[in-house]
């Protein structure tokens, strides 16, 4: 498998930076062009969204999910997330675990303010919802939260991915919400 192939490359700047930077490589190395194209998660990662294993993990904690870093089978998830974005999410999230380690057993996705859970987390928004092709699908520097549930629809992704992506990338101001402070 692939298993381990980012190791090296899992080391630079900002955590953040980091999941960006491996996410456009990913879609570079494993030929996903079209930013603007929902990606299949599920089948790029040889499983089907529907039949991840649902676990009871209550909404209070911050476990989001656990995920199998098996080579033989590549990433596995395990969830109480319902929703076929956040099922989604949470793959991709597990796709960068998977491609940044290299022990096999098993991980936790968590809510953890964590490098390792940033950069996974930014790696999986890069990954399902490119800046680049924000950039194309969003109509200009002043933007509606019916845009922005348009275009996550599009995608196939929760509307809170698509904002945290316009928010973070800086791609246009989203009406009724204050932008955010200029970065150094």
Known sequence: GNKGMYYSLARSSTPWQCGYDLARKFRK?????????????????????????????????????VTTLSDSLGPQVATSKRRESSKGYLLARSLCEYLC?????????????????????????????????LRELLSGSR???????????????SDWLVEHQVQNHRIAEIEGMPPLPASD
């Open 29 to 65: 190395d494993f030929c996903l062009r079209n930013p603007t194209k929902p990606l299949a998660i599920d089948k790029l990662c040889g499983i089907r969204r529907q039949n991840l294993p649902v676990i009871r993990v209550g909404e209070e904690h911050q476990l989001d999910a």
């Open 101 to 133: 380690s290299r022990t096999e057993g098993s991980a936790l996705l968590t809510r953890v303010s964590s490098d390792r859970q940033k950069r996974n987390r930014a790696f999986a928004a890069e990954l399902l919802a490119p800046a680049e092709g």
């Open 143 to 157: 933007i509606t939260k019916d845009e922005i549930a348009e275009t996550a629809a599009r995608l196939g992704v």
